[in-house]
């Protein structure tokens, strides 16, 4: 049975100017009859932007957040007010301590409040499935460590700071008869691996798209900036052609220079997220 996926961005950096935006991510997902809350933003703009998009959030199939940064739990706040049922799925290290390096040693992580209405979160490990074809997978990639020194990031562990390994960090994926949309909101790990690890959790299938931020965005002298060099761009778009993946969407942590660069490269296979856009897979 072939179902259609629509995808209705409720928060994001960029807006038409009619709706809110910030930084931070928030989608609602409808698929096979099912309505899936990825990820918060920051605030909770996400909800007024969902409300004045005749979106309801209240007794959706399944809540969930992708990692544990406040720019993608902060709204859950509000969440958790308007809707007292939602139970949120996450990996059982998102509400411990993250920060980044970026200007400065400070803290990201899920914010306080959020964090701790621990019953509101549905924590485990391991790969799960949520829903009939609907998958969480966690990162299985040795040594993700090193991508996090690459890029600032960081974590809390027995009062030291180490490298983030992104633990906390998962992709849900849909297994559709076109084959596996992968939705990572930032791709910390890398989408190589995302990709990787999509695949061996779901038997080896093709993956038809892939959504979410690429974690490209950098600044220099106060201007925004591609953070990748033009080498990792073209291996990062070699990997979207090999894999055969038909459409990508991104934005937030991506960033307009990068999506740009991205753009030069793959052509119509790419579009930019943007608040409000609502579009099919």
Same mark, same amino acid.
């Given at each position: ?123 485990? !490990? ?18 993700? !460590?090193?991508?996090?020194?690459? /890029? ?5 562990? !027995? ?66 900036? /591609? ?16 894999? *055969? ?7 937030? /942590? ?21 608040? *409000? ?5």
């Amino acid at each position: 049975m072939s179902h259609e996926i629509i995808i209705t961005v409720l928060i994001e950096n960029t807006s038409d100017g009619v709706l809110a935006c910030e930084h931070g991510l928030s989608l609602f997902i409808e698929y096979a009859g099912k309505q899936i809350l990825l990820d918060a933003g920051s605030t909770d703009a996400f909800y007024e932007n969902a409300e004045a998009l005749g979106v309801s959030l209240a007794g959706l199939d399944a809540y969930v957040l992708s990692h544990g940064h406040y720019d993608h739990s902060g709204g859950f706040e509000k969440l958790f007010c308007c809707v007292p049922a939602a139970k949120v799925y996450a990996r059982k290290e998102a509400l411990d301590v993250y920060l980044s390096a970026a200007g400065g040693m400070h803290e990201i992580s899920v914010p306080q409040k959020v964090a701790s209405d621990r019953d509101r979160f549905l924590l485990a !490990d391991g790969i799960r499935e949520i829903l009939p074809g609907i998958i969480l997978v966690p990162h299985s990639t040795k040594g993700l !460590d090193q991508i996090g020194e690459k /890029c600032s990031l960081y974590k809390r562990q !027995d009062d030291q700071i180490v490298p983030d390994d992104f633990a906390h960090e998962q992709s849900l994926v849909i297994d559709t008869s076109n084959g596996l949309v992968i939705f990572n909101s930032c791709s910390h790990a890398g989408a190589a691996n995302i990709i990787r690890e999509a695949k061996d959790a779901c038997g080896k299938k093709r993956i038809y798209a892939y959504v979410g931020g690429l974690h490209m965005k950098g600044k220099k002298d106060g201007k925004e900036i /591609c953070a990748f060099s033009d080498e990792e761009i073209d291996s990062l778009c070699d990997i979207f052609r090999q894999e *055969g993946i038909e459409k990508i969407y991104t934005g937030h /942590c991506t960033g307009t220079p990068g999506f740009e660069k991205l753009q030069s490269r793959l052509g119509n296979r790419i579009h930019r997220l943007s608040t *409000g856009l609502r579009f099919e897979l």
